[in-house]
């Protein structure tokens, strides 16, 4: 599938494709006219990419993970690397204390909106 395709089935701009595929997170055969030519498999992939990007997993970080992701369903795949899981560990705690934060902001507010007095 072209480029388009690919964005329209994705939901992600066809810039931001081209900025996965240099990071090397995705890839395409080129066909002779010079478009990029994208296997089905690569729509599942881009909505990974985007799961973990969406997650504060940096584009580096990501692109040594995918292949371990795949050793859920293939155990042919690589296994992580123990570099690679202290990074994802120091990562996790880094959303956990996020998350503690985004939590005591949303029951400070919580809170308030209990305590105030809405009017229209």
Do not use: F, W
């Amino acid at each position: 599938m072209r480029i388009g395709e690919l964005a329209s089935r994705t939901g992600v701009s066809t810039r931001l494709l081209r900025y996965y595929e240099a990071q090397g997170l995705i890839s395409s055969q080129r066909e002779a006219n010079g478009y990029r030519d994208y296997a089905e498999g690569v729509v599942e992939r881009v909505g990974r990419v985007r799961d973990l990007i969406d997650a504060g997993i940096p584009t580096a970080v990501i692109l040594d993970l995918l292949p371990c992701l795949a050793s859920v369903t293939d155990p042919e795949a690589p296994v992580i690397q123990q570099a690679l899981a202290e990074s994802l560990a120091a990562r996790r705690a880094q959303l956990d204390q996020r998350i503690g934060c985004l939590a005591k902001n949303r029951d400070a507010i919580t809170a308030y909106l209990d305590r105030a007095v809405i009017t229209g």
